[in-house]
């Protein structure tokens, strides 16, 4: 075999594994930070956190809303507005629903109410109802960034990038120090492969908040698009070390630590990105298909078995990488 056939053969190896994941979209955080969880993978991967305003909903009646709401009305509102933010803290997404449901009753001006719940949608796959509750919000109060933000988070999950990046650049107007819209619009350039724009976005996240692990493992993805292998390392290893537990970055450096052919490191990550998150559908992915050509099938089975249980929309991309990976094994490699 030839040096030229076997570095062939090692650069198709490495394209089996290079899947990354945009950070972080993880739909039960509460702060102002940046995701899915992020949400979110490959080219669907997931983005900065959405908001979920919680304490006393400061914004209530602007332009968009004319009903006249009585004192007593808004108490319960408010009371119902509490009692939802502590069920979406506890992952109760029906209940979170319901108590944001009654707020509106009360108080249909209360547009942090229908924004809240919008994420609550999200959260359930609900993504047309997420949106009409984001719009509501907007209707009740268009100089709401987070309602922007976050229909710009579902728009993106629809595929709507264009729209995305519409509704991002309107979050950062409204709000100039809004990090996790920067980071939530660079991942949206990502997808329509403007990784110039997007690498601005993740700086100028970075900038706001320099403790944004999210925010660094997507300039690190970018990196790694471009060929920049250390800056891209670099971003990873400083991801992490804000947030040890971001599965997305371990994913990304178990990617990029395989390019640089430290199996050893890319399998440890691996398995840190999926105990730190069970759910990953894409680490099973990766770490199923490393460990079939590490000559371990019944472990790379299970691992895609997961995987395909976990998220059946990456069938196409398994059986591809599958089929891959059993050529290099059958050729000796």
């Known amino acids: 075999m030839t040096q030229r056939t076997t570095m ?3 650069h198709l190896l490495l394209s089996l594994l290079f899947v990354l ?8 955080d509460t702060r102002r930070f940046q995701s899915e969880g992020t949400t979110q993978e490959g080219s669907g991967a997931v983005q900065a956190s959405e908001e979920i305003r919680s304490g006393t909903a400061s914004v209530v009646s602007v332009v968009g809303c004319k009903t006249a709401v009585r004192p007593e009305s808004a108490g319960a509102a408010q009371k119902y507005f509490q009692l939802g933010g502590v069920q979406y803290r506890k992952g109760d997404l029906d209940g979170a629903i319901k108590q944001y449901s009654s707020a509106i009753k009360q108080d249909p001006c209360l547009a942090i109410a229908y924004h809240n719940r919008g994420n609550a949608q ?3 796959g609900r993504f047309q109802e997420a949106i009409v509750d984001f719009d509501q919000a907007l209707s009740v109060n268009p100089y709401l960034a987070e309602a922007f933000n976050n229909r710009g988070i579902v728009r993106r999950l629809l595929g709507e990038a264009d729209a995305a990046i519409s509704d991002f650049s309107r979050a950062v107007e409204l709000e100039p120090q809004y990090a996790a819209a920067y980071t939530n619009r660079g991942n949206a350039y990502r997808d329509k492969g403007n990784t110039g724009a997007a690498m601005a976005d993740f700086d100028r996240a970075i900038e706001i908040d320099p403790r944004s692990a999210p925010a660094y493992n997507n300039r690190g993805a970018a990196r790694q698009e471009k060929g920049d292998l250390g800056g891209a390392m670099a971003d990873y290893n400083r991801a992490i070390s804000l947030n040890p537990r971001l599965a997305q970055a371990l994913n990304n450096r178990g990617a990029l630590r395989f390019e640089v052919k430290d199996i050893t490191g890319a399998l440890r990550d691996l398995d840190i990105a999926i105990a730190e998150d069970p759910n990953y559908a894409t680490a099973y992915m990766n770490r ?3 460990r079939l050509l590490k000559g371990k099938k019944a472990e790379g089975e299970i691992d895609l078995a997961r995987c395909l249980q976990l998220n059946p929309r990456l069938k196409t991309l398994v059986d591809e990488r599958l089929s891959q990976a059993k050529r290099i094994v059958n050729s000796g490699y």
Do not use: E, N, T, Y
């Open 8 to 10: 062939g053969r090692f």
């Open 122 to 124: 999200q959260r359930k």
């Open 21 to 28: 994941s945009h950070s972080a979209l993880h739909a039960h």
């Open 288 to 290: 199923g298909i490393l």
